[in-house]
């Protein structure tokens, strides 16, 4: 007997829709549900804790620009209530010192439809931001 498939939840649906257009270089989808004040959390080096949109896409324009050497590839999506989490491998490209992907995991919370609030965690931020300020 074949297990049966159920349907994805709109978040859930939302954000694998949001990777698959970033991880083609596309970011307009993430705009669309963007909330306004959105909240975002990361590393220091990462330019740490920022609230709005324009924030966040400074942030995600390092990973999914065209061309892009430190590129993100989601792995892995789970989802609990209004939150989606992502978990993958960032590809530092043609850095001597990096013999494996980097992991991250982004947590991605929803409030009537709309993105509130997100954090990205790195395995080793120091390290990435070190990579990217060589790009």
Not at 29 to 43: N, R
Not at 84 to 106: N, T
């Amino acid at each position: 007997m074949k297990g049966k498939m159920t349907a994805m939840s709109p978040a859930l649906q939302t954000i694998t829709d949001v990777y698959a257009s970033m991880e083609q270089g596309n970011i307009g989808k993430l705009l669309t549900i963007l909330d306004d004040s959105v909240l975002v959390y990361t590393a220091q080096c990462m330019g740490g804790n920022r609230r709005g949109r324009e924030r966040i896409l400074q942030l995600i324009s390092l990973f999914y620009r065209p061309g892009s050497r430190a590129p993100k590839t989601a792995g892995h999506y789970m989802e609990q209530g209004n939150t989606v989490i992502v978990l993958g491998d960032i590809r530092m490209r043609d850095w001597e010192s990096i013999d494996s992907p980097m992991s991250f995991a982004d947590i991605w919370v929803f409030d009537n439809n709309r993105i509130i609030s997100v954090v990205f965690y790195y395995r080793d931020p120091e390290l990435l931001c070190e990579y990217l300020s060589r790009q």
